[in-house]
């Protein structure tokens, strides 16, 4: 079952000075069923950027739809658009969007503040998370007290704690090491076998490569995807090289 659906997407942008157009997405079409994990690549200016702030209600577009487990999230109301975004979307930035005067377990806390959970409930959530991600002994610190691979899955967590139906990540892996890098994909990739649903903007090879499907994004619509199918890893980070070379060249559209 498609738990997010695409249609016909398009976003025209109107410049400040001058009122000249920019179609930054021209028909964009695909779903993403419950429980799949999603890689979008393309390169700087292809749209990808665009595509995730309409899919995480950030902003609206020109035309098309988006159906999240079945709602049209380009007809909610603004007011009502936070509430929406807290009650079924994770958000994961490469920048970790923390706050250094709250603690890390603050950090985690506040979409369920935001939400008026009591504190023993926040506390019930927090628990197997945080065991999870290997965070518990980290709780009390602070932000700048950790590292960016801790802060990664201080981001991560927070993303969990409101159980949400999508997890939006937008370039996790960018801020990190290599090492850290694995430790987050690992993660990913543990979290997709639980059955949590991800959709990942990437210029990583290394990051898109532990997707179950990639999806590739040229002149703002999908022009060629991925499946995984039994593929390892590495034969996934083959194939995504050999089709971001064919991207580059302007190859044959294969979506």
């Known amino acids: 079952m498609a738990i997010l659906e695409v ?6 942008y109107t410049t400040r000075f001058g009122g000249n157009q920019v179609q930054a997405l021209s028909d964009v079409n695909f779903s993403v069923e419950a429980g799949e994990f999603v890689a979008i690549m393309g390169e700087s200016g292809s749209g990808k950027t665009t595509l995730l702030n309409i899919l995480a209600a950030l902003d609206k577009p020109t035309a098309g739809k988006v159906l999240l487990d079945g ?8 007011r009502e658009i936070s509430a929406f975004r807290r009650d079924n979307l994770g958000f994961v930035f490469q920048d970790f969007n923390l706050l250094d005067t709250f603690s890390v377990k603050d950090n985690i806390f506040l979409p369920l503040v935001l939400l008026g959970k009591s504190y023993d409930e926040m506390s019930r959530r927090l628990e197997p998370i945080a065991k999870r991600l290997g965070i ?6 602070f932000p700048y007290e950790i590292s960016g691979g801790q802060k990664q899955r201080t981001a991560v967590a927070r993303a969990l704690i409101t159980d949400p139906k999508l997890i939006l990540a937008d370039e996790p892996t960018g801020a990190l090491d290599s090492r850290s890098t694995d430790g987050l994909l ?12 991800i959709l ?10 532990c997707a179950g ?3 590739f994004i040229k002149d703002g619509t999908v022009y060629h995807q991925l499946y995984r199918g039994s593929c390892t890893n590495e034969e996934m980070y083959q194939r995504i090289s050999e089709s971001l070379t064919l991207l580059m060249s302007g190859g044959e559209r294969d979506a």
């Open 136 to 141: 518990s002994d980290i709780l009390e610190k």
């Open 71 to 78: 709602k049209d999230i380009t007809q909610i109301k603004e």
């Open 7 to 12: 249609t016909s997407l398009k976003k025209i």
């Open 200 to 209: 990942m903007v990437t210029h990583s090879t290394k990051a898109a490569s």
């Open 186 to 197: 690992a993660i990913f990739s543990g979290l997709n076998q639980l059955g949590q649903t």
């Open 213 to 215: 499907r990639v999806l």
